[in-house]
């Protein structure tokens, strides 16, 4: 079945430490997004890439980091410059831009 | 695990009835909207769509209307089943914002036997 596979399903950061959230799609879609979700509020996005080789910016990207080496995969790394790191981290792709997005599953993300 | 429906208004909703969700955006510009459902500890699933061109439009079980005027979208489901229980949320962009959608908190829906 196509979809798209986020892991780890929670993941615990130290201090000073960087973690990297997978996000891997086999749906063949050329744009993918990584959104952070915090309690009682919308989706908010960190980068997306519309083509292999290229992302942009989201809303809220200081403290993140993404690369998009293949079609399939989006990694993102939570540096540890971003100081509240703790949330419901979810990855989406979409065949054209304007259109329905398809979302993983999500990485919780806690602070040890 | 932590609820993304934390401090969520909520819907109540008898099983067998029909639910209305709201949604208001801010975006006059705004031409394309989409509803998601959200299970608990899981991400969001598609559910319907629209494109402003449009002020209704119907899936199984479920219509969306949108009223551009208002800058308002509902989304209607019919006969309510338990496993609607979730929190449905509205997103809404406009074509020169290559894909950058905004997304409201949402509504948590509880269908009561």
């Known amino acids: 079945d196509g979809g798209i596979t986020q892991s780890p399903k929670y993941l615990f950061r130290k201090e000073g430490q960087n973690v990297t959230l997978s996000c891997e799609q086999n749906?063949?879609?050329?744009?993918m997004y990584w959104y952070r979700q915090d309690p009682g509020q919308g989706l908010r996005l960190i980068y997306y890439s519309q083509i292999v080789n290229d992302f942009q910016k989201g809303d809220i990207a200081e403290g993140y980091s993404v690369s998009r080496e293949k079609k399939e995969s989006f990694p993102l790394t939570v540096t540890s410059a971003q100081k509240n790191p703790t949330a419901f981290y979810l990855c989406a792709s979409s065949i054209v831009v304007l259109g329905p997005q398809h979302f993983g599953d999500g990485t919780r993300l806690s602070i040890l | 695990g932590e609820s993304v429906g934390l401090h969520l208004p909520t819907l109540s909703v008898q099983e067998g009835d029909n639910s209305i969700i709201n949604c208001a955006y801010s975006n006059s510009a705004s031409d394309y909207f989409i509803w998601y459902k959200q299970e608990s500890g899981k991400g969001p699933q598609f559910i319907i769509d629209?494109?402003?061109?449009?002020d209704k439009r119907q899936g199984q079980r479920v219509t969306v209307l949108l009223n551009k005027t208002v800058k308002h979208l509902s989304l209607q489901i019919a006969a309510t089943q338990p496993g609607d229980s979730a929190v449905y949320f509205c997103a809404e962009t406009e074509t020169d914002s290559w894909g950058k959608f905004q997304f409201g908190a949402g509504t948590q829906v509880v269908v009561t036997p």
């Open positions: 629209i494109r402003s061109n449009m």
């Open positions: 749906l063949n879609h050329d744009a």
